[in-house]
């Protein structure tokens, strides 16, 4: 299917979910991430999820990440086509930005060489790791400028889908998709 297609699709089957399979669906997912080869890793960078668009709720991936003593970073949209990357502490304080995403006020910055782990919104993906977001670039342009071996994982209610038609050189795979009910592991080594 293309992009345009499967946006379609997956946003209307998010939108259908009630608030009980929100919240169940989302709790498999961060029990799912605890299998993961990650946590030998410090720096964990997480999206915060846009209510109107029925995203995962990261809120418990962020509490075991707190829970293991890892720095947890978050994005904050700075320009139309720029992330810039916060610590999250005690003192942390939100806003919802126009596109009704919550971000950071203000806070540490975080360099992107820093980090190990990304976890990854997202309204689709396939059985070769590519995945689609809202169409923006926000994700592929910021992974470009992290480290080669960071790890990317997205995070989706959905199963994968056999193929992604239109994948762009600009796209950057995924190494893991986690699900409510499978891990998909994209990594060749």
């Known amino acids: 299917m293309l992009k345009k297609d499967l946006r379609i699709k997956y946003s209307l089957l998010r939108s259908s979910l009630s608030t009980q ?13 605890l299998q993961l080869p990650i946590w030998n890793n410090q720096y964990f960078h997480i999206f915060l999820p846009i209510e109107q668009k029925t995203e995962i709720d ?47 006020v203000d806070g540490i910055t975080i360099e992107t060489s820093k980090l190990d782990v990304v976890f990854i919104p997202l309204l689709a993906f396939d059985e070769s790791g590519n995945r689609i977001g809202y169409g923006k670039g926000y994700y592929d342009r910021f992974l470009k400028d992290c480290r080669k071996d960071v790890i990317k994982i997205g995070l989706s209610f959905f199963e994968a889908e056999e193929k992604i038609d239109d994948i762009a050189p600009t796209d950057i795979p995924l190494d893991y998709c986690v699900t409510p009910y499978k891990t998909y592991s994209f990594r060749t080594s």
């Open 21 to 33: 399979e929100l919240s169940s669906k989302s709790i498999e997912i961060a029990n799912s991430v």
């Open 58 to 104: 990261t809120e418990g991936i962020i509490s075991i990440l707190l829970g293991l003593d890892k720095n947890v970073i978050v994005p904050k949209v700075i320009s139309p086509t720029q992330l810039e990357h916060f610590l999250l502490t005690d003192n942390t304080k939100f806003t919802t930005n126009i596109l009704n995403i919550p971000e950071p």
